[in-house]
Structures are given as structure tokens and as C-alpha cells.
């Protein structure tokens, strides 16, 4: 017997779309984007943009830098955890993002398209939320990957397209807060948890426009589509935490772009770039190299045995990246630069410090640290790590290491500091 | 749906002005609400939204607005218009050849897809974030980090194997364990 259809009147009939999942999405991401957030405003911070020109990558950032203070040196791990924090939870909220997105999409074909002009806005402002959130997260996904597809420099894009999504998730969050909150309290999470597939039925339809008008018959409960999407972020979290935990973990981190070793010794530990990959000549950094220390008294210039002869220090400090990684603590030794601030002629203050690099081209190859970077006793010219002399990759023959400050904050292939300035070519 | 479901807009909670509010009567800003079709905070909200995401693009945008303004729009077309018909398509193929969904809501629910349905859905998601470095597109990679990118590709179908193993094992024990049930009472079936 044949049994006549139709065609259901929408294609999206999954019974578990309803205003109750989509929230129990939404308060995720309600916790973890501010997290987000705050996190990327502090990395912005991290390289005290606000001290010169040459650490900022958005000189046009007008009032969206208003927080900007002097990034500390205490504790010494802070970046470490922060950018950690920022990158991981990022790459692990990706399931819970689409899921949201998942669980609205039928809002996107209603009919008719626009009611009238504030739900006309709604649906611009919706463009951005949508639009700026995917943005973000396929930024921030690619640059750790190093995959630079996305149209121009990683900084300004992610930075001003942060913004860009947070004012609309401002509006998002202030306009669907009290139905958000009425969707949690009209089913108890816990018995949610409990119910399986065969008792699992459609939320009532509801003014959301979320339920769907026909729905199939269940393939899955909503414990079932939430387990899914915790799967989800826990595989995430396994395959990717290890490269910023580090230790034993990091062989965990399978996927992630710093889970695998790099060699073995003193010098076997993550690199940002390499020697090959940033252009030093082999006679910019050979018997050549002159480290010339430039102040308030004068010019110093120093061959390597120089700087070896003057008064070594040591810290453990970690290295920690933009994109996330980072690695446990190394022991460096070298010239601490309060050291090197007093031999030029600073006896008295601890000025800030530009540092420019054997680097010929590419971002970073200089930049300025601040007073206070300047005057921690950890603060290293480091010559040497964890008992050797710093391999090529790590910065021979002379790196800056700083306490609590992002990965390209710390110089490598140094060749002149200038204390008391922060441009290039600016006299002490 | 009741009535009541029905006329409660969002905004401002019904209690607030439910007593106040007659048919017929007047309310502030009626006139707004007819125009706007939204309540009047709704707009502010959004004034508000828009002067930071405007003051940030204006920022932005000087230079190369176009490519930058074709990746934000972008970013939701391909994700409404390309990916959410495909994971659904491919899961309603799923369930269509492997006989999971009933016909109506009366049909008892056959989940013996989801065995599949779950470690794929992991497994894509995986590829889905980090498939750069599964498919070597990333070409500074191996330049800048003196890591080898060939082992991502190995690394991914191992971790979907085990998976899917997983399930299969799963699926096997839930198998095994609801057989003496139905082998003790054949004449129920």
C-alpha cells in the first residue's frame, strides 16, 4: 500500500531544537567567551603596545585600548597561563559554537524574512554576532597553525574583529538574557540528564520559533546531543591542552602544532622561528657579532667573550607563545640588563629598553620592554640554557629573556640594546 | 502553543505591566512599538551594539575592507549556507541507509547509527580544526617550527580508528548484554 506524503514544511525537524538546548549552548559560551575575551585584551597588553610604537600592531586602536597598563613581571608564568588559557578554551568551545549555531539555524530561513525594522536590526546585528564569532575562531585557528590564509596582518584582523564581536554579543546576551533564562528554568537540567532516547519529546513550541513545527521521531536524547558535543570539546582538549601544560602531557597534545618534540640536549625545546626561517646571515651572528649597549653614558660595544666575562646570572624562566604553547622552565644564564643599563650610565633609574635584533626583515625584529621588565633581576641577556650555549634556533649568540612576557617579546639574535628609548635610531 | 505563549513578547517581563494593561488602553510608546515592532530598550540595545562594532570597524576597515569584509560575511554564508546543509544532509543519508530514524514519533527509536554517528562527528571536528596541519596547507610550518608536519595525517587516523573501535566495542557489549533478555522471552516478539 503506498502511504501518501508530503514534503514536511521545513527541512529542520530534529525534535531537540527548542529554546531550552539552545540556551543550555548559549550559557557555555556565555562563560567561556568573556574568558575569551578578557584573555586576548590582557595579550594585547602583554606587549605593552602603549610604550612605542614598534610593540603595537593596531597604532589605530583609539578608545579600544583604553584598559592598556604596564604588563607585569609577577608572576613570571601570568602569559604563560593567560594566552594558554585563550588559545586552548578557544579551539575547545569550537563544538560548543557550532552546536549553538546547529540548534538556532532554522531562525535563519523564517518567513517572512524581515517583520519589520527592529527585526530588521536584530538580523543585522545577528550577522555580526554570527559572522564576527566564525571569524575569530577561524583566525585564531589558522594563525596557530601557522596557515596564514586569512587577508593580512593576524593582529589587526583578530584584534578589531574581537571588538566588532563583542559588541554584538553584547546585544545578543542583553536582548535573549530573560528568555534565555525562562528556556533554563522550564526544565530541570538534572532530569534532562537522565531521560534517554525513547522518552525523549519535543520542548513546546513557543514564540522562539525554535521547536520544530514537525518533528522526526528522536535519534538521540538531549543527554545524548550534549554528551556528544562535550565529546567533542573533551577530544579537543586532550589533543591540544598538552602544548601549553607541557611535561609528561605534551605527548597527549597529537594534534596540536607544539605537541611533538623537538630534539633532545640543553637546546631541545619548542621554537617559534628558526635560525633558516627569519633571514640572519651565518656572519651577522659569527666572530663578527658586536653587542653594542647604547645609554644615557655612552656606547659600548662588546665582542662575545666580552659579554662572557661580565657578571653571569641565572633564572628559569618558560617561554610562552601568542599562539598558545608554551614550554616548562629553562635555565638560562647570561648579563642581567639592569646590568647592562648601569654600564652604560644608568646608575640610578631602569629605563625603558629597545632591542633590535641581527634579524634583517620580519616583525619583531625589535622591540621595546619596559622599566620594569627592565629592572627584574631575572630580566637575562641570556648566552646560555640549561647548561649549553644557546643553539642557533634559540637565539645564539644572545637572547633576551623577560619574566611573564610574550614569546617574540624576548629577542633573539640580539645586537644592540638602546636604553632610554623606544624607536629606531633614537639617541639616548 | 497556548494564546498565552503566544502573545508574551520578549522584553520586559509580562508581570511588569499585566496589571496595568487593558485592551484597548493606551501604553508609552505604543505608537513605537507599531513602527519599530520591537520595544523600545530593543533599539537602545542595539544603538549601543552598533557604536562599538562601528567604532572598531571604521578602525579596521581603512585598509583592505574588501577582503576583510568578504571573510566576515563569508565566515556565516559558508557556515549556514555550505556546512550545516552538509552535516545535516550527511546525517539524514545516515540515517536513512541506516534505518535510525522512525517514520513517525510513534516509532520506537533505533540508535544503533549513533555508533557511528558519534566517532565521526569527533573525529570530523577534529579535522575540522586543526586540517591545516592535516593536509600540510600550512607551508611556514615546518620552516619556522623544525617540526615535521607528516605526522598529522598519521596522527588523525589513528585517533579516528580508535574511535570508531571504540563505538564497535561499545556497540558489541550493549549487544551482548541485552541478549539474554530477548533469548528468555522469544514468545513476546
Known sequence: ?428 | MTPQDQDTPPGPPAGARSGAWRPGAWRPGDRFRRLYGEEPLHLLILIVSFAVCGYAAVRWLSDDWLSIAVWFVGAAVLHDLVLVPLYAGTDWILHRVGGGRGRTADDPPRTAVNHIRVPAFVSLLLLLVYWPLVFRNSPHYSVSTHLSDAVFLRRWLLITAVLFGASAVWYAVGRYRTRPRERTTPKER
Open chain 1, 1 to 428: 500500500m503506498k502511504v501518501s506524503r508530503r514534503l514536511p514544511e521545513s527541512p529542520w525537524r530534529s525534535p531537540l531544537r527548542g529554546p531550552w538546548l539552545t540556551s543550555v549552548f548559549g550559557v557555555v559560551l556565555l562563560v567561556g567567551i568573556p574568558v575569551l575575551f578578557v584573555t586576548g585584551l590582557l595579550s594585547y597588553a602583554a606587549y605593552n603596545p602603549d610604550l612605542a610604537m614598534i610593540n603595537d600592531k593596531t597604532p589605530d586602536k583609539g578608545l579600544l585600548g583604553f584598559y592598556l597598563f604596564s604588563w607585569p613581571t609577577h608572576p613570571y608564568w601570568l602569559y604563560r597561563v593567560t594566552q594558554g588559557v585563550h588559545v586552548t578554551l578557544g579551539i575547545v568551545l569550537v563544538p560548543v559554537l557550532l552546536a549553538k549555531l546547529w540548534s538556532v539555524v532554522p531562525k535563519l530561513f523564517v518567513l517572512p524574512p524581515v517583520r519589520s525594522l527592529g527585526h530588521a536590526l536584530d538580523r543585522v546585528s545577528l550577522l555580526l554576532l554570527v559572522g564576527g564569532g566564525l571569524f575569530e575562531f577561524v583566525t585564531g585557528v589558522l594563525n596557530v597553525q601557522l596557515d596564514y590564509l586569512f587577508p593580512g596582518s593576524f593582529y589587526p584582523l583578530h584584534f578589531y574583529g574581537a571588538w566588532v564581536f563583542t559588541g554584538a554579543v553584547l546585544a545578543h546576551v542583553v536582548i535573549r538574557l530573560p528568555r534565555t533564562v525562562r528556556a533554563l528554568r522550564s526544565r530541570d537540567f538534572r532530569a534532562e540528564l537522565r531521560t534517554n532516547t525513547a522518552h525523549t519529546r519535543p520542548e513546546p513550541r513557543d514564540e522562539t520559533g525554535l521547536v520544530a513545527a514537525e518533528p522526526a521521531a528522536p535519534t538521540t536524547s538531549r543527554r545524548g546531543a550534549l554528551g556528544m558535543v562535550g565529546l567533542g570539546s573533551l577530544a579537543l582538549l586532550v589533543v591540544t591542552a598538552g602544548q601549553s601544560i607541557g611535561g609528561p602531557l605534551r605527548r597527549t597534545a597529537l594534534l596540536a602544532p607544539h605537541g611533538s618534540p623537538v630534539g633532545d640536549g640543553p637546546n631541545g625545546f619548542q621554537v617559534n622561528k628558526g635560525y633558516r626561517a627569519v633571514n640572519i646571515r651565518p656572519k651577522d651572528v659569527g666572530e663578527d657579532w658586536r653587542l653594542v649597549v647604547k645609554g644615557r653614558g655612552g656606547r659600548v660595544p662588546l665582542s662575545l667573550d666580552e659579554v662572557r666575562r661580565l657578571a653571569q646570572h641565572g633564572s628559569a624562566l618558560p617561554i610562552a607563545c601568542v599562539e598558545g604553547w608554551s614550554t616548562g622552565n629553562q635555565h638560562w644564564e647570561g648579563v642581567r640588563l639592569i646590568d647592562l643599563a648601569r654600564m652604560v650610565g644608568h646608575t640610578d633609574d631602569a629605563p625603558d629598553v629597545f632591542v633590535e635584533s641581527a634579524q634583517l626583515t620580519g616583525s619583531f625584529r625589535a622591540v621595546a620592554l619596559r622599566g620594569n621588565q627592565v629592572r627584574d633581576p631575572r630580566s637575562l641577556l641570556a648566552l646560555r640554557v640549561n647548561g649549553a650555549e644557546l643553539s642557533h634556533d634559540h637565539g645564539y649568540p644572545a637572547r633576551v629573556i623577560v619574566p611573564g612576557a610574550p614569546g617574540v617579546m624576548n629577542t633573539k639574535w640580539v645586537r644592540q640594546l638602546t636604553f632610554g628609548v623606544t624607536t629606531f635610531g633614537a639617541q639616548a
